[in-house]
C-alpha cells in the first residue's frame, strides 16, 4: 500500500513538472518592441553592408578599367615608340649611305679632274 501511494505521489509530481516545464511564457509587449528593434537594426547593418561591398566592387571595376585603359595606352605609346625607333634608324642608314655615295662621288671628281691635268700635262 505505501509504495503504491509513493508511486501516486511520484506521478503527481512528475505531471506537474511536465505541465510547468511545457508552458511557454508569454513575451511582454516590451520583449517584443525590443525583439522587432533589434531585427531592425540587424537588416539596416546588413543592407549597409551590402551598400558598402557593392560600393568596394564596383570601386575594384573602375580601377581594372582604368588599368587596362592605361595598359592600353601604354602599349600604343610603345607601338608608336617602336615605330619612330625604326623610322629614326632607317633615316640615319639613308643618310650615311648618302654621304658615303656623296664621298664616291667627290673621289670619283678628284680622279677624274686629276686625269685631266695629268692629260693636259702630258
Do not use: H
Request: cysteine-free; proline content about 1%.
Amino acid at each position: 500500500m505505501a509504495a503504491i501511494i509513493a508511486a501516486g505521489l511520484m506521478a503527481t509530481n512528475f505531471s506537474a513538472f511536465q505541465v510547468y516545464g511545457q508552458e511557454s511564457p508569454e513575451m511582454s509587449n516590451r520583449d517584443k518592441e525590443r525583439t522587432d528593434s533589434l531585427q531592425k537594426v540587424d537588416m539596416q547593418v546588413m543592407e549597409q553592408q551590402r551598400a558598402d561591398n557593392k560600393d568596394a566592387l564596383d570601386n575594384a571595376k573602375d580601377a581594372s578599367m582604368e588599368s587596362q585603359a592605361k595598359a592600353k595606352e601604354a602599349q600604343r605609346v610603345e607601338r608608336d615608340a617602336t615605330v619612330a625607333s625604326r623610322e629614326s634608324k632607317k633615316a640615319l642608314r639613308m643618310e650615311r649611305n648618302a654621304q658615303k655615295a656623296r664621298r664616291n662621288a667627290d673621289r670619283q671628281t678628284q680622279k677624274a679632274s686629276d686625269a685631266r691635268v695629268k692629260s693636259d700635262s702630258n
